[in-house]
């Protein structure tokens, strides 16, 4: 089986590196095809930040593993990183953060295991980007909730549970707030937890969530959430383990799914052999699992 990775920028390459290496050292059954993505092809005039060459090969081959990427700042273009989301409609971004052997936490030292998988809608909400001013003191953005944007993730998120012994998904949102657009993604949410009658639903006010994550993690198993709120709740979850370094990340799409390193390029550490793979790694892991390896 055949595979795209793009190595990245900062620590990217050295990190990525280390886990193929572990991976061979396994035998594990891939081969990899390289490409071009990253600051580097923005800079040579690539918008989107990867080559078309790169884009067509991801296309083919349907995985791509990627290290951590830079966007460059102030020059208008989006985040690589979203923008590849997008282009693949990888609708699903799930964030699985489990207590490490060695990583000392608060949780770990008082023997509280953590085992919490935020599922995040990855490609609507207010990561749509649709901005303008509407005089020079009032800027808008506009939030786009769906009910077909919100069905494939929640549906993703029960699928998730029921294949992998899960019996608990929460969907947290601001509802209270937010009648129309969290409304509807709550609405869709129950509508489809029906056809889950062996998984407990419930949901949960997405400030409250925060206070119980860090107060009472362990009482968490699943988390489903639109864009902007499960990006921030994946980073909280982050902290309870010891930090994005040890936070895999998968964007599920029907057609394309990307695996990665969540953490920055962390450039001051480049090339000092001192980046920690950890995070790379158990996103490796994640994506053998999703290809049926292990």
Same mark, same amino acid.
């Not at 699903?92 to 935020?118: E, W």
């Given at each position: ?46 918008? *989107?930040?990867?080559?078309?060459? %790169?884009?067509? *090969? ?21 985040? !690589?990183?979203?923008? %590849? ?19 000392? *936490? ?32 009032? %800027?808008?953005?506009?939030?786009? !909730? ?28 601001? %509802?209270?707030?937010? /009648? ?23 949901? !949960? !006010? ?65 090339? /000092? ?22």
């Amino acid at each position: 089986m055949k595979i795209a990775v793009a190595k990245g920028d900062g620590i990217g390459p050295e990190i990525m590196d280390a886990v193929l290496n572990i991976f061979n050292a396994a035998q594990v059954p891939l081969q990899y095809e390289f490409i071009e993505m990253g600051k580097t092809h923005f800079e040579q005039g690539h918008n *989107t930040g990867m080559t078309p060459a %790169a884009k067509e *090969t991801v296309e083919s081959l349907g995985i791509l593993f990627k290290g951590p990427m830079e966007t460059p700042k102030g020059k208008g273009m989006k985040s !690589i990183n979203v923008t %590849a989301r997008k282009t693949w409609s990888t609708y699903a971004n799930r964030r699985h953060f489990q207590s490490l052997p060695g990583v000392d *936490t608060v949780f770990s030292k008082a023997g509280i295991p953590i085992d919490i998988t935020i599922v995040r809608e990855n490609i609507e909400g207010t990561y749509g980007g649709i901005e303008h001013l509407n005089t020079h003191d009032v %800027a808008i953005c506009r939030r786009i !909730i769906s009910r077909p944007g919100s069905g494939q993730v929640v549906r993703f998120a029960f699928e998730m549970a029921r294949k992998e012994g899960f019996t608990k998904v929460t969907c947290a949102h601001k %509802a209270n707030i937010m /009648k129309l657009t969290d409304g509807l993604f709550l609405e869709t949410f129950q509508e489809i937890a029906k056809e889950y009658p062996e998984i407990q639903a419930n949901d !949960i !006010i997405v400030d409250d969530l925060a206070m119980k994550l860090v107060a009472r993690p362990h009482e968490f198993q699943v988390v489903v959430l639109t864009n902007l709120q499960g990006d921030i709740m994946s980073d909280l979850c982050a902290g309870l383990v010891g930090g994005l370094g040890f936070a895999p990340s998968a964007n599920v799409g029907d057609n394309i799914s990307i695996f990665e390193a969540v953490h920055g390029t962390a450039p001051d550490i480049t090339g /000092k052999l001192l980046a920690n793979p950890t995070s790379l790694l158990l996103s490796g892991l994640m994506m053998l699992r999703y290809l049926g390896l292990v």
